[in-house]
């Protein structure tokens, strides 16, 4: 389990490196570490390598079952044009919350803990959650998507 980096770390705001070797015991020890740290965040839906210290293009989701699903590489395929502002917070900001303006639907390539290449279909809050952690994984913040910025 590590500790969550908080605003305005710069590691934060850097673009991450895709992950190369899935069967290094590197990607296996970070994968579990962000399970571990996510499961022990209450109201933590999604968490990105970045916010753990490490520039790699991984992230974990909690899925509507509150599976831990690990999404490595991702990039966002397509993206609905209807969208929806809801109030989003992170854990790198704790208690903060905004409104951000996101897509409905997005359709993502990633490839999971074991390796295989998935396109899965998120929708609405799951969508809204994807679409945060790319941004992790991308250098963007969710404070630059809110309404007004």
Request: charged fraction near 25%.
């Amino acid at each position: 389990m590590s500790s969550i980096l908080l605003y305005p770390n710069n590691i934060l705001k850097k673009a991450s490196l895709p992950v190369d070797d899935f069967e290094a015991a590197a990607f296996r020890e970070l994968v579990g570490n962000l399970k571990a740290t996510l499961l022990e965040k209450e109201n933590g839906v999604g968490l990105a390598a970045p916010q753990i210290g490490v520039n790699l293009r991984v992230f974990v989701v909690r899925d509507d079952k509150g599976q831990v699903i690990i999404l490595a590489n991702p990039r966002i395929m397509k993206k609905s044009v209807q969208t929806k502002y809801s109030e989003e917070g992170c854990l790198s900001f704790p208690g903060r919350h905004e409104l951000v303006r996101r897509s409905m639907e997005v359709i993502l390539r990633f490839i999971d803990e074991s390796g295989k290449v998935q396109i899965k279909t998120f929708n609405g809050w799951m969508a809204r959650v994807v679409q945060h952690e790319v941004d992790h994984l991308d250098g963007i913040l969710f404070i630059e998507r809110m309404v007004g910025s």
